[in-house]
């Protein structure tokens, strides 16, 4: 196995080595399908035989063609080059032919980088890294996706303009909630929303409950821990301005229930929070949905927006109900009422984080509020197996 | 007061730091409006409260969010971040309220980079620098714009694809006028205008006024002491070409009266001619209107090109006649009929000077003939307030 | 003359100095027409005097101006700045002529860049390089196209989104012919094409012949050297894939006459192949044309991509009819049933050559079936005239 730093966060523009991450949606490769992917900087090819996914680097060794050009199969486990014919296979990238040249030395040592995958809840895991055996998937995403009996619908899967690390710092960071307070998710719920939270101390850390342990590496925050500020006063040259929640918490027969939830994020970039999403009007006990989301970085200046709702249930009948209700009902709420309103802030703050010469979070002016990014941040750059590198600083 | 020591010319790809410049008209930003600027390679938001223009910078101090992007203002003066509701005041830029932070002690002292603003005459000027006191707006404008009685009718406004020194150095040098020898406003004049002019000696800075005293630091030319040239003649391997002004000035009953006219290119990059632009077919005396025009820096690769035409009146009356013609009537000739030549000329010398690795100015072949740029270039560099270094190299 | 150092291929990214390139066809540059041209990372404007062409830099030595915007000439053979009227003499770019100055001591004296212009054959070729005399066009192109009673049609020119060498390494390489295994022109055709070739011996240098003496550098291909595949067997996890020739060769009458050719790669970066693409279905003998290809660096990212083919003819009449043979039926069978797979190829390996910090060549895996690229590459690295830097490193 092979031995992996940490890096710290403020250089990981690419994200960090050696981790799992969701790569497409199961649906979006069918049995012989061939896709294409960059991921962490890296370029990729996948294809699904026999139900399986594979995939490897999309460039041949020989003399760099991007098979995505035009790839062939000609059987179902290999991939031949356009150019030469150079011919590998899916599952491990070995040479197994070349058609100018059967016994070239080459076949059987030669290999293209091929990627560890596993296919689990509707998802397309890929690995991206040099460690060998990988660790396990289930380190790498919190706990309610994975297990039996739990259905998972993955419904979107978007490509933003920011480093991945602006919206992992304000995943469920609760006083960015500021950007939610009239989005259409909340009136939709009638229920009143916090405009922030107060500090919780002046250790800007405390509060926050860390995972550092066995399993996946991040850090958690109960939202009743939080003490909501549903109403902002400004005073300024004798002028008041009130920012209010658009709901009273006083009168409209209580808050949104986030007494009940925990958000939790943890490397390599997902973000789990729960219960989540699926209250009536009228009805803040909630359906019991958990929100899974993730920023997989594709450069320095994007990242894919991937989210997926999961749930306990006891049949097929059930698992079927929830498709129905996500599709048609809360995938428009969530993501249209709620979920933009954060694309539109992480977009606009890559500017300031793109600047020519500045590094990563040296411009910020971070306070005793900030304790949730300056958690995760240290939490991060602690538990991360290493900073990504395109191909691991291979040719 | 900063100390600032002048910079080099050619040094200066994004201006002159601490002055003045023409921010845009005052018809573009109404009352509550909310517009951005990208100057000298600053990002800035401005907006009317009462009146006045306010401008700060584009950057939210806590995480950088680019307020332009969903600006919010809960009170006339205040500006509050869409992201985490910082909110600071629209006059100095400092931080008033921090909604998760009541008892923040950033607030009070934290403070956006906030711009000096004068409005006058229709134009809204801003100071870009550190100055504190601003030195006078006068001395960044020739005079006869400022004055009392003076109307000005500020008309263009337009994006130019290269950098603000090449339309500078040429904006009213005897020689460049070749390209204005078929222009529509010549054809309306139907008055000879000069091809170029004959040295003035065998020193290039001959004949050429420096204002290097108090007020305004720049240069004048007196048209009337050139000496034009009405005809070249090209004489190459047994052929003749013939470049004629359009207008013979020996039958056309005598020149344009440039002898009346007096150019004054000023720091930081405005050019005032005067008399201009109202000649009647006929009436060679003019209306007496005073051109203004600006090449502000954007970035490295472009300017603003803004042109404003004032004339003393004596009513409102008066004013309005003059708004009407040159709306109506001037606007058109003159832009479209002389000034896009300079454009055209501008752009297409922008490649030359933006080749990698070429310092400013080092493969041109200046001579005698260029005494204008070169006297320019001196003045400019002895009198600036210091080269500009985007955000005077602040975060 | 200057002296002339060879330069390593890996480093021409910009191709090699003082050589000369096909820049268009006759046919794209009427009589008095100006046209610019980006070649080898220089932009140059020709213009046809009297029938010839002559070339000048596209930038006017006093301040950068790109004649190109808007070219002025009074005489036929004199070209006017727009901007301050600086003019120059087509021929050989000597300042003929200062509008403001008559008497200006750089008149005679400055010079524009002018380039070495050649027409042949309904080709314009133009010489990039410092040297005097130029060498012998014939020496940078093959024989078959200059000579008496040769008739050629040039019929494409495209800009390709490769580096040169892309192209060029796989000009006539015979085992890249796999990309044609399905094209229109085989199966217009009806004949075998082989899909690869056998390597012919350990040593990869060894099968082609090289031109090192007098005349064109570069080397030849006799295909009918060639120990072809028209099979290729795949056999990977208990599956069989084949790969075979649209046309059997043992079955379908014989394969294409390949025996008969000759692939001639020569130096700058001219390909010729003969007898070459006149088959018709039936009648393998062919007609005889012979194929000229060239790829032309734009800069290091583009290249322009060039065919005409050529014919032995007796008079007007047969010129006439190969016009009409080759321009109503060949050239579409050509390019869009053949030579598009190759700019298809090419494309597709630019992302492995064009990534940061990789020298061209370092990420292949060449092997003993890679002799042609190999002594191409040898062979022009021993015997080009310079490395390209635009201008020769001129300001």
Known sequence: MTVT?????????????????PAMFSSDIRETEVKT????????????????????????LHRGFAFSAKPECYTKNTLTCYFHGFTYAWKDGSLVCVPSDPESPLVGKAKLRSYPIIEAKGLVFIFIGDMDPTPPLSDDIASGLLEDGIHVVPWHNQEVSSNWRIAADSASELNHVFIHKDDGLIHYWRQPLPLAELPRGNNPYEGFVTHEGPGPK?????????????????????????????????TEGGSVPFGNMTATLSLPCGLRIGPWGGFEPGDPSGTGYTHFEWYVPIDENRHRYVIAWAKKVENENEALAMEHDVRTRWSYL???????????ANEASQRAYAERGYAFGEKEHLSRIDGYVLTWRRVASKHNRGLQVPYGGKK
Chains 1, 2, 3 share one sequence.
């Open 5 to 21: 730093e940490p890096a710290r966060y403020e250089d990981a523009a690419l994200g960090f080595r050696n981790h799992w991450y």
């Open 37 to 60: 992917l960059r991921i962490l900087g890296e370029d990729i090819l996948l294809k699904r035989v026999d139900g399986r996914v594979y995939a490897v680097r999309d460039e041949c």
């Open 218 to 250: 991040g850090m958690s925050d109960l939202f009743g821990d939080a003490i909501p500020v549903f109403e902002v006063k400004i005073e300024h040259e004798g002028e008041i301005g009130m920012i209010r929640s658009a709901y009273d918490p006083r």
């Open 334 to 344: 969530e993501y249209e009422g709620f979920n933009r309103s954060d694309v539109l």
